[in-house]
């Protein structure tokens, strides 16, 4: 009998169009694990509200967002591809690990700090206990891997401690989960400013995937790099030649000694349109495939919905086990 595949879980939030970033950070690797693994891929919606969305444009995205898993390479058939919001378990088990968390532990992750900062005006409380409903997410569906970019480790290792929590008042009740963060391309930079995360929901300095080839090579011309000529990897000194470094060699597969010997003595006006057509060649077969897709709206909701349809087979069973527990009297 083939032994048991572990399991992967891992989500992105329809708050935005995906970027470079989204991809380098988190969807390639999906595809590089779907084999060997039996994965859950999600569009967490109800992640995406903990911040104001105009209805529309959520609605538009998370259908987008699917096109574009596809395109990059998952294979529906292989994987569980779903839409939060469509398997409420995700809120129920939340409820219940949320009465495991403490308020300092949520209180000291940077994200909220992040987003509290740049949302002063709405601080919720679904953007304080976002890392409650991540942990729901996936202790669900006894993950054992979950593949993320380096911002989201805090989440995963928390979402270990919640785990391990309540496993220790009750007994053996979820698997612990692992992040799975790649060697190269873990962290990608905002083009325009080096010191920041790219990140969707933060427009400028960032590369779509469903950009055009030409504002890919435009956004690439204008990065911010250094006063220096040098193509030389230093994230201290030269943060933004180091983070073009890390795009080109992520887009490539070569090594950051072999791309520095490619720009040996070549100045910026050679490296940065270079960095850009890496990038449009690696995303233009993605934009084709997603735009394509996207005209198929009846096979896409096929998709989603079988998706749901599994993964509630699968949360149902954690969930009954976690209210028999705690001490809820069965339905
Ligand atoms: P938002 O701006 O709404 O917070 P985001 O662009 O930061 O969104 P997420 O939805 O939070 O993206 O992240 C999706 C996945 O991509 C996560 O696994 C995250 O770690 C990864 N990721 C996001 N941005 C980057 C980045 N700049 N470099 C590497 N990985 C990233
Ligand atoms: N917080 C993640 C998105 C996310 C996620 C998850 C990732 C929500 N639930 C479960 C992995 C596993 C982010 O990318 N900002």
Redo the contacts with the bound molecule.
């Keep these: 009998m083939e032994a048991q595949k572990k399991r992967i ?5 329809p708050s935005g169009d995906l970027t470079l970033g989204s991809y380098m950070g988190a969807i390639r690797n999906w595809v590089a694990l779907q084999d060997e693994y039996d994965c859950l891929y999600c569009i ?1 919606d109800m ?1 995406a509200i903990t911040v104001r969305q105009v209805p529309a444009d959520l609605r538009r995205r998370s259908l987008e967002q699917l096109a574009q898993y596809i395109a990059c390479g998952l294979d529906p058939e292989k994987n569980i591809m779903f839409i939060q919001s469509h398997v409420p378990q995700h809120a129920e088990l939340s409820w219940v690990l949320g009465c495991y968390t403490q308020f300092g532990e949520l209180s000291r992750m940077t994200q909220f700090k992040d987003k509290a900062r740049k949302h002063a005006d709405n601080i919720t409380a679904g953007l304080f206990t976002y890392p409650v409903l ?1 942990a729901a ?2 202790l669900l569906y006894q993950a054992d891997l ?1 593949p ?1 970019g380096e911002d ?1 480790k805090q ?1 995963v290792e928390l979402c270990r401690d919640i785990a391990g929590r309540f496993n220790g008042v009750y007994s053996e009740t979820f698997t612990l989960p692992e992040p799975f963060i790649p060697k190269v391309g873990a962290r990608i930079m905002s083009l325009t400013n080096p010191a920041s995360k790219m990140s969707k929901s933060d427009p400028d300095g960032c590369v779509y995937m469903m950009d055009k080839p030409e504002d890919i090579l435009r956004k690439f011309k204008r990065a911010v790099t250094d006063c220096e000529t040098a193509v030389r990897f230093d994230p201290e000194q030269k943060p933004g030649v180091s983070n073009l470094l890390s795009i080109y060699c992520a887009a490539t597969g070569k090594t950051i000694a072999e791309a520095e010997a490619d720009f040996d003595g070549q100045g910026y006006g050679v490296f940065k349109p270079a960095v850009g057509e890496a990038v449009v060649e690696l995303m233009r077969p993605i934009r084709e495939e997603a735009t394509r897709l996207l005209a198929d709206k009846a096979y896409l909701e096929g998709i989603y919905r079988e998706g749901a349809r599994r993964a509630q087979q699968l949360a149902e069973k954690t969930l009954r086990k976690v209210y028999k527990k705690v001490g809820f009297v069965a339905r």
Excluded at 9 to 13: A, C, H, V
């Design positions: 879980f891992s989500g992105i939030q967490v992640h991540m997410d996936i979950v993320v989201q989440h």
